[in-house]
């Protein structure tokens, strides 16, 4: 794996207002299980979500609007209330998690606990085995950066790690940040651009779902017990 640079890329300023909207996917079967990536509908609250989104969007009345979805049903499910041209773009796909794909943090902790160490010691170049890193995310999205700067009232419904790194790099986050930045389910972010400024404003839509966000343990040597290893294992049933 080449050397893990010391910054992203800079979203490249806005000639123009413009105005984009990001949501994450509503709360997914895998996410009410504990189950990273995999391509899971949407559980029962998400499928709530996905109509409150659309009331939402609707009510915004955005002339114009686009949707941009990745190829994974629980982002299509999301969109389907939205009545608006609809876009299926792989690259803001989630994070490959390669043979972690569909499981728990539980299991891999279990299973593969040296990689499971690795990726908490540094989760930003981390790559998981057959699958990607943050690093290699951001390279997959950095070629959108220029069309998504072109468009105005876009919505873009992606995944927690795709989300993370398209936010570090509009808003400039330190990139030892990236991996580690929330990105709650049920919310909408909308991002407005002028001229060398980005507005972000966050919207919680009133959905109940899971917090999938994992706090960096203080251990996270190879020799740590599994209990040291799950202690920030967000709660799933």
């Keep these: 794996m080449p050397p893990c640079p010391n910054s ?22 895998n996410n009410l ?8 509908d949407l559980s029962e609250r998400g499928g709530k979500y996905a109509k409150v989104l659309g009331s939402f969007i609707t009510s915004l009345k955005l002339p114009g609007l686009k949707v941009w979805m990745t190829q994974y049903r629980r ?8 009545d608006a041209p609809k876009h299926i773009e792989p690259a803001l ?10 499981m728990t943090y539980e299991e891999i902790a279990e ?6 160490a690795l990726r908490d010691a540094d989760k930003l170049c981390y790559r998981y085995p057959n ?12 070629p959108l950066l220029q069309s998504i700067k072109e468009e105005d009232n876009l919505f873009i419904i992606s995944h927690q790690a795709t989300l993370r790194c398209l936010l570090t ?6 990139s030892e940040d990236l991996p580690h930045l929330k990105v709650p389910l049920h919310t909408v972010i909308k991002l407005s651009f002028m001229e060398d400024e980005v507005k972000a404003e966050y919207y919680r839509l009133p959905v109940e779902c899971v917090d999938t ?19 920030t294992v967000p709660f799933h049933l």
């Design 33 to 40: 299980h504990g189950k990273i990536g995999g391509n899971a």
């Design 169 to 174: 790099m509009i808003l400039g986050y330190p």
């Design 131 to 142: 699958g990607e890193s943050y690093m290699d995310v951001v390279e997959r999205i950095k």
């Design 213 to 231: 966000h994992r706090v960096k343990p203080n251990n996270c040597e190879i020799t740590r017990q599994l209990d040291d290893a799950c202690v």
């Design 93 to 102: 796909g989630e994070i490959c998690a390669g043979d972690h794909d569909d």
């Design 8 to 29: 992203c890329p800079m979203f490249p300023p806005a000639e123009h207002f413009s105005t984009i909207y990001l949501s994450r996917h509503g709360e997914s079967q």
């Design 75 to 82: 982002t299509q499910q999301t969109a389907e209330f939205i």
């Design 111 to 116: 299973k593969f606990p040296v990689e499971f």
